[in-house]
């Protein structure tokens, strides 16, 4: 079973940040917040992972609490093409034997309009 | 460009009729991994490989096999397919991490939609 809670819909304007909030309150402290999209049908896509400290890249912003139990992906500006699910997953960095194995939940469905 | 590439990306096919979808990454990852996608279950894994000639099984393994012959390829094969595999399949790649690698996210192929009849 997946070990965090999303919720199912968000619905976010086109041009605004979305802010996308994730709950994993038994995250143990050898691991990361890892964050995948599918658009459509479309293969996973990684966006952004971390540990304790704040992330930022090309795609998006991580903020992570200090208790670790939750965690928010921020899509500074929304556009149409962000329309896709969102997966948050819990997991060791490594990837040895079944480490590998990214267990997705059922994500947030992020619809953005115009 | 980086990628993961699946054959073919939709296929129809019949009971019992013995099938394969190739997969091929151009990164020169170590780890490769196949998943299906159904509605109401999310993705599960299949089959990993953490390298050439290792292999094994994920959360779903019945009815597939896998072989890693050479690092880049790591086909999926049905041997004798059937209705309940009717999904979409997604293969994916990734670097073993170690002390001062790069990221360890995982590359998706586009998915094959499998439909077996």
Not at chain 1, 57 to 74: G, Q, V
Not at chain 2, 3 to 31: A, D, F, W
Not at chain 2, 65 to 94: D, G, H, M, W
Request: proline fraction near 6%; charged fraction near 20%.
């Amino acid at each position: 079973d997946a070990k965090t809670t999303q919720p199912p819909s968000m619905d976010c304007a086109e041009g605004r940040a979305a802010n996308l909030p994730c709950n994993h309150s038994t995250i143990s402290g050898n691991e990361y917040v890892y964050w995948y999209r599918q658009i459509h049908s479309q293969g996973p896509q990684y966006i952004i992972h971390g540990l304790k400290n704040n992330e930022t890249n090309e795609m998006a912003s991580l903020i992570i609490t200090e208790d670790r139990k939750s965690s928010t992906l921020i899509l500074p500006h929304a556009t149409l093409r962000d329309t896709a699910v969102y997966y948050c997953i819990v997991r060791v960095a490594g990837y040895g034997g079944s480490q590998g194995n990214l267990i997705f939940g059922k994500g947030t469905k992020l619809s953005v309009k115009p | 460009e980086a990628q993961v590439t699946q054959n073919p990306r939709y296929l129809i096919t019949v009971t019992g009729k013995k099938l394969t979808v190739t997969c091929s990454q151009n990164m020169n990852h170590e780890y490769m991994s196949w998943y299906r996608q159904d509605p109401g279950l999310g993705l599960r894994q299949i089959y990993y490989s953490m390298n050439v000639e290792v292999t094994d099984k994920g959360d779903v393994p019945e009815g597939y096999k896998v072989s890693r012959k050479e690092k880049r390829n790591f086909p999926l094969i049905l041997e004798s397919p059937s209705p309940n595999q009717t999904s979409l399949y997604f293969c994916a790649s990734s670097p073993t991490p170690s002390p001062g690698r790069g990221r360890t996210e995982a590359f998706f192929g586009q998915g094959t939609r499998l439909t077996v009849v």
